[in-house]
């Protein structure tokens, strides 16, 4: 079988709080490896907010930030920052809309050290727990983020700066959230993915990815091998060419052997 590259998303994917990485994933990882085939990350986490459970599968590449960050066997082949300028401009926005918001970077998550607010310093607590060495307060001259995360609320003052955001921002629901994912316009998993293929002189048909959530849907469209998860949102497996079964029920571990990744 000629070699092929496999792409994972990685939050209820490949990973989620109950079950960690499943053993089952992992054994279709080193048997991905194992067949020559080439396996790789790609998140909507910034290369900062990766832990030790996902670094340690020794995957060949990373594609983070939602395409903001591309990664080849430790090579930076890839790195969008957003300029200082930019930086002053969004900030301002979100600072008017009275929104909560971490930025995310390549090494470090930043948070707005101006909002003390109870509900933001809970937020930041939560990352504390597993970003604090990560964590720093965001400075004009010392910040490189490659997108943003953000708390669309209150919902009316949201509304009146959102269509400003969306002139520079890919702006990314997720169900049920008041979350929302901002991705630097003309960015996303898919052009992370051109990327890679482009340094690694790979073809399209040679390619898989699986995933679940809104940001994975531009992913899961321009591979060959669009897979969603069994627990993905109902509009990616509404909108997915290939289904497999949830994470706790094996879905990557299937889903490579059902397209004859792996074998056993």
């Known amino acids: 079988m000629e070699r092929k590259i496999i792409f ?3 939050d209820n994917t490949l990973y989620n709080s ?50 903001t960050y591309v990664e080849h066997k430790g090579e930076v082949i890839f790195n969008k920052i957003a300029e200082p300028d930019q930086l002053e401009r969004l900030t301002a926005l979100l600072d008017q809309a009275g929104a909560k918001y971490f930025l995310e970077g390549p090494r470090y998550l930043y948070y707005n050290a101006a909002d003390t607010s109870a509900e933001y310093r809970r937020l930041g ?26 708390i669309r609320q209150p919902q009316d003052r949201w509304e009146s700066v959102e269509h400003l955001l969306a002139r520079e921002y890919q702006l990314v629901c997720h169900n049920h959230s ?4 901002m991705v630097p316009a003309g960015h996303n998993k898919a052009t992370g993915i051109q990327k890679l293929l482009e340094h690694l002189h790979m073809d399209r048909k040679d390619t898989y990815a699986f995933g679940d959530s809104n940001n994975d849907l531009e992913m899961l469209e321009y591979v060959q091998y669009g897979i969603a998860m069994g627990n ?22 299937k889903g490579l052997k059902k397209f004859g990744l792996i074998a056993g």
């Not at 080439?38 to 930030?65: H, K, N, Q, S, Y």
């Not at 720093?136 to 953000?150: D, G, H, M, Q, S």
């Not at 109902?234 to 497999?244: C, E, G, M, Q, S």
């Open 125 to 150: 607590e939560q990352l504390g727990g597993s970003f604090k060495p990560v964590l720093r307060p965001i400075e004009k001259e010392n910040t490189e983020f490659n997108k943003l995360i953000a």
């Open 8 to 10: 994972f998303d990685i």
């Open 18 to 67: 109950d079950v960690g990485v499943p053993e089952s994933a992992r054994r279709g990882i080193k048997l991905l490896r194992k067949n020559g085939h080439i396996p790789v990350i790609c998140t909507g986490r910034t290369r900062a907010a990766l832990f030790e459970e996902i670094t340690d599968l020794a995957f060949e590449g990373m594609i983070c930030g939602a395409g």
């Open 232 to 253: 993905a949102y109902p509009d990616v497996l509404k909108k997915a060419r290939y289904r497999t079964d949830t994470i706790q029920e094996q879905g990557i571990y």
């Open 178 to 181: 008041a979350f929302i994912e």
